[in-house]
């Protein structure tokens, strides 16, 4: 026992007899609990340090291109420019293409469709002006075996003309077009080869150009790909080995994928026994072991994240029935079992001590709103306020409207806040809200952001509708004391963007829509043809039914859309049928006005309905059984199908026609044929994101979508199945990444996307 005394300062001054034994290094740290009788020391485990080997590798990834030998401040910028600013980016920038450049090819051998690499000496070399007026030069080269011609387009001929003397001789790799008997090669790269020189000696002197399958780097203007190559094979050559092969083997090699850096090595520079066709469709190892470890590190950020949330403490509501059942009494038709379903599986993360985070997916017309609301009646039933936060003012209002039918029978108090919403009206709204008694409240996410305070938030739903990746759970979750959340899609999306985008999420799909409905017939018409698509609508309405009329309304050229809109209705009105009776309906209406006209259209006061995409989301009229979208070449897919959700919703048979002026572009074309070939939204979301990509899928840059270096959501889907049930595989065996190999993987999972995954808390 030693005893110790507080000095004049009133510190106490452990010896370092004491602190030795307590295994401390200087710079350590110890945490002091006190506790009844007296104060306990803890050593604090030492922070890993990373070798000195290891400090060195990061530094020299982390090495600005401006520093490399042969990269001026020209060069660096123009690198820059794509993006490669360090020895990692570089690293990183991976060929887009590959070249056979193993062997020479004989002339006669030439085959189009493929770059290729034939040596050969000039015979003639020409400037000349076509027909167009386009200035091309002409080179004749030939070999033992034939000659084919050089073109170049917009070249300077005087400079050509230098370059390319009679009788020089050069390698020349390039791709070979065929016009009928023609074959020519345009803007071919040369190597020039000195008088008398071996060809086969000059490629093998030069390995980085020739003598294997070359890699061929996206540019950018100013930059060639010669210099390109050189700068890359340097950074290969000399900075590979600091690149750290933080995943295991065993998690590797169950899918037979490469450490890291062997994978970086033959993307560069690929093996002899790669093939072409491999190569260049990213379907080589190399390529593969990329995209899963890219993969890897999204899906475990991902899966901690969830873990998380999991681990926090959350509300555990009780299923009283006594809202949810009498509901269910009410309605006029059962529960769809993929409603049940999902319904449950609500409930029991609602059950959970945990808050709920889960994504619910379903189609127009699946019924969400429905499961929305009994999970709000959970909440109430217990005693909480829910929040329903939807993208736009018509939303919410239909979400009001809906809800408020069933809460007023049930003696739930449902609130409105719209941005509207002024004065004592306004004041009135936010106190019922503040004290409590009102139990549902329904807004924009704006609103209920912005001002609302509750008293007792149990539960948040977020309606994404087919906006998503917007998804402001952290605001909710500070509303309440860690309240639950659900979060709610009209957009099928596709499994693998699912797993990117919401793997934190848990996952439920309505994947069923209520029972008679009616297949939507779906058929593309030319403007030609307009005149059948007008007695179409003539007899739907003949026999009581309503149709709509669509218009794209594209922002750039909102007004003239506008215009058209308005004139299309006029002009159907008064020239096309007279007898019947036409509305109009688009966004720049004010809100009443627009209320009006649907509220007209629903009460069969109006047969044809001329509408902007408003019309997307607003509306619900089961006897409107015919939609004619206008140019319906100019709306994506997603939203085509969201549009045609609008009929089909009652018991009669409903159709969709696409009119479209005729030229259709190549995915144009796919777009409507896809249209007319199914209504299953998941099929159409798969398309979508297929003729799309993802990030265009998606809609905007702030997407949440992750910026893969390699990987490809669209050609890798399953390597990403592979990379999540390694990660969570990993999880299960080392929760917290405490083992040697866990924390090195989680020190490089925060370098990766700890800020961009907001790891900070979680890891
Ligand atoms: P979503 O929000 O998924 O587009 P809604 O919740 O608006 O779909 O439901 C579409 C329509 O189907 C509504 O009129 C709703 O009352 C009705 N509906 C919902 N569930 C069922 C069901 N199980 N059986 C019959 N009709 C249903
Ligand atoms: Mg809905």
Redesign the pocket.
Known sequence: MTRLRVDHNGSLAIPGELIRQLGLQPGGAVEVEASESGLLLHRVPDQPQPSLQQSIARKNLAVGMQFIKGVGPKLADLLAKREIHTVEDALFCLPHRYEDRRELVPIRQLQPGMPQVFQGTVLSANGATTKGGRTVFEVLVQDATGSILLKWFHANPLWMQRTWKVGRRGVFTGEVSSFGYLREVHHPDVEWLAEGADVQAVMAADPVNFGRIVPVYPLTEGLHQKAMRKVMRQIVDNYLDSVENVLPLSLLSPHRYLPLREALSQAHLPPSEATLADLNTGHTPAHRSLAFDEFFFWELGLALKKRGVALEEGIAFQVTHRYTKELARLLP????AA?RRVLSEIKEDMMAPHPMHRLVQ?????????VALMAALVAVENGYQVAIMAPTEILAEQHWH?IHHWCDQLGVRVVLLTAGLRGTAKKDAMALVADGSAAIVIGTHAVIQDKVEFQRLGLGIVDEQHRFGVLQRGILKKKGNNPDILVMT?TPIPRTLAMTLFGDLSLSV?DAL???RTPIETRIYFESRRHQVYELIRGEVGQGRQAYVIYPLVEESEKSDLKAATQMAQHLQAEVFPGLRVGLLHGRMKPEEKEAAMLAFKQREMDILVATTVIEVGI?VPNATLMVIEHSERFGLSQLHQLR?RVG?GAHRSRCILLTPGKLSEDGERRLRVMEATTDGFKIAEADLEIRGPGDFLGTRQSGMPDFRVASILRDGAILEQARDAACGLLEQDAALTSAEGRRIKEELLRRWGTRLELAGVA
Do not use: E, Y
């Open positions: 038709f059962q529960l769809t409603q379903g189609d127009v017309g699946s019924g969400k709103t429905l809906n009209a309505i209520p029972p008679g619900d959700g919703r």
